[in-house]
Nanobody
Framework: QVQLVESGGGLVQAGDSLRLSCTAS????????MGWFRQAPEKEREFVAA????????LYADSVKGRFAISRDNAKNTVYLQMNSLKPEDTAVYYC??????????????????WGQGTQVTVSS
């Protein structure tokens, strides 16, 4: 079993920055990649960013490229999402997820098998 704990969400104004953290506990050595997804009220869950544990290879959704950055600290089993130039449309619950299987299509939510509780990010105008 793997437990994911997110932190760093909050209420900010447009243009501000936030840094989300996700710490994994349990059998993390079997992990392949970590991802961030978000879901706004009455909307579908969407992919935000992902990173492979070993190589550090990253993938970003077009909507956040140039503004968000995902990184990891393997020793701490922690993944970060640096969110800059936040916009009201970034408002959502942000979820950290772990993917155990291999593959290059990191944006597919169904391939992630462990999920955090989510952290609320609210960006006011």
């Amino acid at each position: 079993q793997v437990q994911l704990v997110e932190s760093g969400g909050g209420l900010v104004q447009a243009g501000d920055s936030l840094r989300l953290s996700c710490t994994a506990s349990g059998r993390t050595f079997s992990g392949y990649a970590m991802g961030w997804f978000r879901q706004a009220p009455e909307k579908e869950r969407e992919f935000v960013a992902a990173i492979k544990w070993n190589s550090g290879s990253t993938l970003y959704a077009d909507s956040v490229k140039g503004r968000f950055a995902i990184s990891r600290d393997n020793a701490k089993n922690t993944v970060y999402l640096q969110m800059n130039s936040l916009k009201p449309e970034d408002t959502a619950v942000y979820y950290c997820a772990r993917r155990s299987d291999g593959g290059s299509l990191l944006y597919i939510a169904e391939r992630y098998d462990y999920w955090g509780q989510g952290t609320q990010v609210t960006v006011s105008s």
